[in-house]
């Protein structure tokens, strides 16, 4: 029993130290996976034919800028602000600015859901297609989006050490707050 009990306590202190390396070091390395992905795909979409959802990415491009870009013009305004919002986010630089270009851009990332929902979810029993899928996985990029955007102000994880055997429990973590901002209360 005392060996189970060692090997627990072992793995408790190597949980302990694992989360206080991801408190210190998560947000910076969502920040640039983030980065990543929109400059890797709109690097890609500067290139006709090898973006999946081309067709459907200037089609709804077209709609949403009233014709003002249209085919290829879509395309290249789409990866110019991909590549920008993933420039921002790579390099912490102008972060508030990629933040709310990536707004702008999920809109129309997820309006296709909206504007061509027969085309999107036209599988049997209404079962989303590829593009669909494709669209739909855009939902975690927000809530990164929205982690990254909550630093702006000084938001930070702070550790605080728990056993894994107190926790093992417990559902997610309160947020607190410091000082309640204007017209809040402080959530506990």
């Not at 302990?16 to 795909?41: D, Q």
């Not at 919002?85 to 702008?104: E, H, K, S």
């Not at 309006?111 to 669909?132: I, K, R, W, Y």
């Not at 894994?164 to 506990?188: D, N």
Request: charge should be positive; glycine fraction near 10%; proline fraction near 4%.
């Amino acid at each position: 029993m005392n060996t189970a009990t060692d090997l627990f306590n072992r793995f408790d202190r190597l949980d302990t130290r694992i989360n206080s390396w991801l408190v210190a070091h998560s947000v910076n390395i969502l920040r640039v996976c983030l980065g990543l992905v929109f400059f890797g795909f709109g690097v890609l979409k500067f290139f006709p034919g090898i973006s999946p959802i081309e067709s459907l990415a200037t089609r709804t491009t077209a709609i949403l800028t009233l014709g003002l870009f249209t085919g290829h013009n879509a395309m290249d305004f789409v990866a110019g602000l991909e590549c920008v919002i993933g420039v921002c986010f790579l390099t912490g630089r102008f972060l508030r600015v990629g933040v709310w270009l990536m707004a702008a851009q999920m809109i129309g990332a997820m309006a296709p859901v909206l504007l061509f929902p027969g085309e999107l979810f036209s599988g049997p029993h209404h079962a989303p297609s590829l593009a669909a899928q494709y669209i739909l996985k855009d939902i975690i990029l927000i809530a990164a989006g929205m982690v990254i955007a909550s630093t702006w102000t000084g938001a930070r994880i702070v550790a605080e050490p728990k056993s894994l055997r107190s926790t093992l429990g417990t559902r997610v973590s309160r947020v607190y707050r410091t000082k309640p901002i204007a017209g809040q209360t402080i959530i506990a």
